[in-house]
């Protein structure tokens, strides 16, 4: 008997970001050596299919010029498959629509702003109450940290580089369409450090470096992410996945968020002191953020943050979803 297929279903780019896309080729790498593991996504990029390819046994593009896609992945589908579904517009009737096929059907969400009818919902973020849900009976959910949807390269061994490179890493995400980046550069510009700065932009970013101390990365992989976290006195992150990225490299950082699905993460973070915190990017003041700063320097600060994320982040995500996915 041959390995069962999953279908991972998930997009990403310079509107939505690439936060859905990454978490998701995360569980299919989780998964590829007991899966034979399919992603399905609208126009990838050059960077989406070269991170596809080293994960998934196969890709599949959809069209993304208008709404056919939901329709031209439903003809797909055979009915035996495992299907990962991981965006905000696949509704509870599209739900209904893969399970009246008769696929297994996983969801990844954040928001719990619909009912579900799939066989489990992920929500790797820390705090969620089980009673916020509205599901089926079946529904099994897998919430918090202990399903951190990681990429290998985060969820190995810890290993500490006492001498760091870069004073600080600055990453928005896949996608800063507010351009936060060059907002919070312009205070770091103003500050005196002994070591470069390391500047991570997506690929659709136009970000102006203030001076030659900051040092630009652009359309990196994981595992250089993963070395930059490692290399860095310290980050300043938005409330999305690299700030769990970020925990598991025991990371201290600077917090903030600058879109609203970002705040439940955010306020999660803020509770279990994972960082130092800043509140909104888009308000947040030169003088706000300067005494955030002054902080989170402080190795009193960087040892407790560092403890709480070793508390509550123990690298064993992958261990768990592949036992849960292994039993539908």
Sequence with gaps: MGKRTVIFRADGGPTIG?????????????????????????????????????VCHKCIELPYD???HFNVFLDLLLGDEIVVLDNYYFST???RAIKKKGCKLVCIDDTHDKHFVSDIVINHGEGMNPKDYSREGYTKLLLGYKYALLRKEYLEPSRHDNQKKYACLV????????NITSKLLLFLSRCNFDKPIAVV??????V????????????IIARQVRDLMLSAEFGILPASTVAIEACAMRLPFLCGYFIDNQTRVYGNIQRLKLAECLDNFNSVTE???LNALEQIEKPITKEAIREQQ???LDKKSAIRLKEEILKL
Excluded at 29 to 47: K, R
């Design 310 to 312: 070793v508390k509550y």
């Design 287 to 289: 003088k706000n953020f």
């Design 66 to 68: 208008d709404n056919s």
């Design 208 to 219: 102006s470096l203030p001076d030659e101390r900051f040092e630009p990365f652009k359309n």
């Design 18 to 54: 690439m936060g859905h896309f990454i978490r998701t080729l995360a569980l299919a790498e989780m998964l590829n050596q007991d899966f034979y593991c399919v992603f399905a996504t609208c126009s990838p990029n050059e960077f989406q299919r070269n991170e596809i390819v080293k």
């Design 93 to 95: 009737d599209y739900q």
């Design 171 to 178: 990453m928005m995400g896949g996608a800063d369409p507010l």
């Design 201 to 206: 932009v997506g690929p659709t970013n136009n």
